[in-house]
């Protein structure tokens, strides 16, 4: 019987290959991946899966973008963490928005080791181990 995944990690990016290639630095190290292709398929994903443990959002991400998604993923779970990831500077709104819960900023493009490393960070010791 495998183990546990540390963690759920749902992974937000409109680009396909980039999710693709998310899941799969992040299976082999223990974590369950979900995808999400916009802001609105990470919502549903959250409702349906309460087991999702921190979301990692693409900060551009259309139609309406990481900060729509991320105000409604936090009504609805406001204690997943948040990853948002970004080849620019982040808004000041969704600087706020990482400001006021567990979240923080991933720039791309980002080696395997440091997204492994900021989803520790923001999972703490709650799961990882």
């Known amino acids: 019987m495998p183990p546990p995944p540390r963690a759920t990690v749902l992974v937000?990016?409109?680009?396909?290959l980039l999710r693709k290639l998310t899941a799969?630095?992040?299976?082999?190290?223990?974590f369950e991946v979900?995808?999400?292709a916009d802001g609105d398929e990470a919502v549903r994903?959250?409702?349906?899966?309460?087991?999702?443990?921190?979301v990692l959002l693409d900060a551009n991400m259309p139609p309406?973008?990481?900060g729509e998604a991320?105000?409604?993923i936090r009504r609805r779970r406001p204690g997943v963490g948040v990853v948002l990831t970004s080849g620019t500077s982040l808004a000041p709104e969704l600087e706020r928005e990482l400001a006021e819960g567990d979240g923080i900023f991933l720039r791309k493009p980002?080696?395997?080791a440091a997204l492994v490393r900021a989803l520790e960070d923001v999972l703490g010791p709650r799961k990882v181990g």
Do not use: C, M, S
Request: glycine share 8%; charged share 30%; hydrophobic share 45%.
């Open 12 to 16: 937000g990016d409109d680009e396909p």
């Open 24 to 30: 799969r630095i992040l299976a082999p190290q223990g």
């Open 34 to 36: 979900l995808t999400a």
């Open 45 to 54: 994903a959250v409702d349906e899966r309460p087991d999702v443990d921190v």
């Open 64 to 66: 309406a973008g990481a």
């Open 70 to 72: 991320l105000r409604a």
């Open 110 to 112: 980002f080696a395997p």
